[in-house]
């Protein structure tokens, strides 16, 4: 029903910009191309599918973590992928020099075979599986007559026969560059980021902390001033989730931190974030002596902390009252 709708208003505007212009409606390079390019509508609902990644923040932390090794791999995967298509580029160009007039049997088809440049391309990237080796290797050993004809006047020196002697290290060492060193390298380098991610896991505080501070931040602080008033402060830490959260009940943490108060008794928002990481990792923001003695704190913060907070209860009363 929706669709019905939108196509009904797309042809009314149609209609109405028509009798407007006239033929000038189609001198309009964006008009014509309305007309002249149509897309399936079905195509715009496979987006919905992407609706699914919201329920990842909710508790499946695992399958964030491996799409995150997924996404900090790309880079190095893009680079391996062009690796394997320049060794491909390679060993196609070699393959239609001696075995593009091979007589097709076996593994070489119509389709799989070494006379154009992406038949070999097709071929080679079908055995960086392994898959198809053998059928292709029997073809390019058929050297001798009935398999095929060495008198056959062809570019090739040898007909439509194959060669043992250069399709055996061809094909040998075609499969151990690209099935057991290029294609492993995929494995390598996913694996190398995952376990990376999960040490940063393991670690307590993620990427995903950090966004789920700044995505609480918003409600606190809508008009984006990167600002918040202290007395908010204890709400917007005890909202937060774990490990950052810091209950209220816990308030005198936040003096602990030693966070930075700005001009009209308000926090920025990264000054609360670098204290909440601080105080979760056991650093402060200042360094422990060897004695393990406790950090110097400011005092009058503490009073000024204290005053805000009972200026607060203060007017909660009254207007309870």
Known sequence: MFSYTLNDIFTIACVMKLAALNFKYFTIPWN?????FFVNPTLLRVDRVARVGRILPLGAKGIRTLLFALTVSMPALCNIVLLLFLVMFFYSIFGMSFFGYVRKSAGLTDLFNFETFPNSMIVLFQMCTTAGWSGVYQAFTNDQPPDCDPTLNTPSHNGDCGDTAIATPFLVSYAIITSLIVVN??????????????????QGVTNDDYDTHYEEWQRFDPLGSQFIQYERVLDFVDNLESPLRIPKSNHLILIRMNVLICENVRMHCVDILDGLTKYF???LNTEVSNNETDAPVDIKKIVLMIIIQYQQQYNDSVNFI
């Open 185 to 202: 390298m995929y494995i390598a380098v996913i694996l190398e980021n995952f376990s990376q991610a999960q040490e940063d896991v393991q």
């Open 32 to 36: 014509e191309k309305l007309w002249r």
């Open 281 to 283: 990792l056991g650093t």
